[in-house]
């Protein structure tokens, strides 16, 4: 089965940026959309953007003109730059991938921004 790992989360000061980047244990083709969600204690997992094997891009109004979601190449396919982090944006932040129509789940990685 395909495995994801994640990296770039940790501890930030409000204003401050992170880079999100998702690793797959192999190379990655044929993927119909990528995504991240998070999850804040208390709160559902919710959708914070995506973008499908063509390029377009969505995000969630929270984040949007913040962050921004990049495709990457076969071993790492998906990034999330998130500029000007809120306190409120502290999270639980998980990668998806979906291949083959089959959905692919980072671990999560913890985002705590301070004020």
């Known amino acids: 089965q395909v495995q994801l790992v994640e ?4 501890l930030v000061q409000a204003g401050g940026s992170l880079r999100r980047s998702c690793a797959a244990s ?10 991240w969600y998070r999850q804040a204690p208390g709160n559902e997992r919710e959708l914070v953007a995506i973008i499908t094997s063509g390029g377009t891009t969505n995000y969630a109004d929270s984040v949007k003109g913040r ?18 982090l809120k306190p409120e944006d502290t999270a639980v932040y998980y990668c998806k991938i979906n291949i ?7 671990q999560g990685t ?3 921004v301070s004020s």
């Open 26 to 35: 192999e190379s990655i083709f044929n993927i119909n959309f990528m995504g």
């Open 67 to 84: 962050f921004t979601i990049s495709r990457g190449h076969a071993k790492n396919p998906v990034y999330l730059q998130m500029n000007s």
């Open 110 to 112: 913890q985002v705590t």
């Open 100 to 106: 083959y129509f089959r959905d692919y789940w980072g």
């Open 7 to 10: 990296s770039g989360g940790g």
